[in-house]
């Protein structure tokens, strides 16, 4: 199975963090939950919730860590027996972005948080300049994210 | 686990000779449980690529009829890595230069990983 991106410059630093962690399922999407790419999902509803549900856990967690006057939302992990969550915050040269990686027993949440800083790293160095953009509409949103997930899913 | 017996089995193994530094890892997580390591190593990528290769390590030898783990080392170019399952579902790993004696090395983790008992 191969990674599905919305812009070609993320599938390097996506396919090898699979590679390296055995991830089973992977996201990257800004904090409003707009997926730039994904690995392991096949059908568009799964990765809509997924992103949802990830945005929402990371905004909800960055208002508790507001709240305790902490720096900003880094990272989260759940453990279960069979099954790893981790959800990730990363600043990026296109602003900030989430990770949320699903992984099972044959990897750790170690090897996860190690190839992050990679992952985080590479795509640092792969990300073109952002482009300049006008004024955010709603239905340049709708667009865009029917766009987004046709790209995901082609 | 009591801190101050992990502190002590990590200061038996780091005061053989040649011994870069030493941690106790969790097997399952491959994060650092306590470390005592020289400057430079960098301690979270080394416990969780340890742990997995104990892990895969301990697949092949079962797989393999040759029973439980022991005791693994592995030799690079210009170092020894060292690994042994400790209590609690941890692992104890030693990084050597070179010149470090393995056997003494080895004994040494041997009494470290009894006193965690």
């Given at each position: 199975m191969k990674a599905r991106v919305v812009e070609p410059w993320l599938v390097e630093p996506v396919e090898r963090f699979v590679r390296e962690t055995g991830a089973r399922l992977t996201l990257i999407m800004t904090p409003?939950?707009?997926?730039?790419?994904?690995?392991g999902f096949t059908r568009a509803v799964e990765?809509?919730?997924?992103?949802?549900?990830?945005?929402?856990?990371?905004?909800?967690?960055?208002?508790?860590?507001?709240?305790?006057?902490?720096?900003?939302?880094?990272?989260?992990?759940?453990?279960?027996?069979?099954?790893?969550?981790?959800?990730?915050?990363?600043?990026?040269p296109r602003g900030g972005l989430l990770a949320l990686v699903v992984y099972g027993a044959d990897t750790s949440i170690g090897l996860v948080q190690l190839f992050f800083e990679d992952l985080v790293a590479d795509l640092a160095a792969a990300a073109p300049?952002?482009?300049?953009r006008g004024?955010?509409?709603?239905?340049?949103?709708?667009?865009?994210?029917?766009?987004?997930?046709a790209t995901l899913f082609r | 686990?009591?801190?101050?017996?992990?502190?002590?089995?990590?200061?038996?193994?780091?005061?053989?000779?040649?011994?870069?530094?030493?941690?106790?890892?969790?097997s399952d997580d491959g994060l650092v449980v306590a470390d005592a390591l020289m400057e430079g190593v960098r301690g979270n990528a080394v416990?969780?690529?340890?742990?997995?290769?104990?892990?895969r390590l301990g697949?092949?030898?079962?797989?393999?009829?040759?029973?439980?783990?022991r005791f693994v080392h592995l030799a690079a170019a210009?170092?020894?890595?060292?690994?042994m399952p400790a209590p609690a579902g941890m692992l104890l790993v030693a990084l050597t230069d070179q010149r470090a004696n393995v056997g003494l090395a080895r004994l040494e983790m041997q009494q470290a990983v009894e006193g965690l008992s």
């Open positions: 409003a939950g707009q997926v730039l790419a994904q690995y990765v809509m919730a997924a992103a949802a549900l990830g945005a929402g856990i990371a905004a909800s967690t960055g208002e508790i860590v507001r709240m305790l006057d902490e720096p900003a939302f880094r990272a989260l992990n759940h453990q279960s027996p069979t099954h790893g969550i981790f959800l990730g915050h990363f600043d990026s300049p952002p482009p300049t004024p955010v509409l709603a239905a340049d949103f709708e667009r865009d994210l029917n766009e987004s997930l | 686990m009591i801190p101050g017996r992990m502190d002590a089995a990590l200061d038996r193994v780091t005061r053989v000779r040649g011994v870069r530094g030493a941690m106790l890892v969790s416990a969780a690529l340890a742990a997995s290769l104990a892990t697949r092949a030898m079962e797989a393999a009829g040759a029973g439980e783990q210009k170092g020894k890595l060292l690994l």
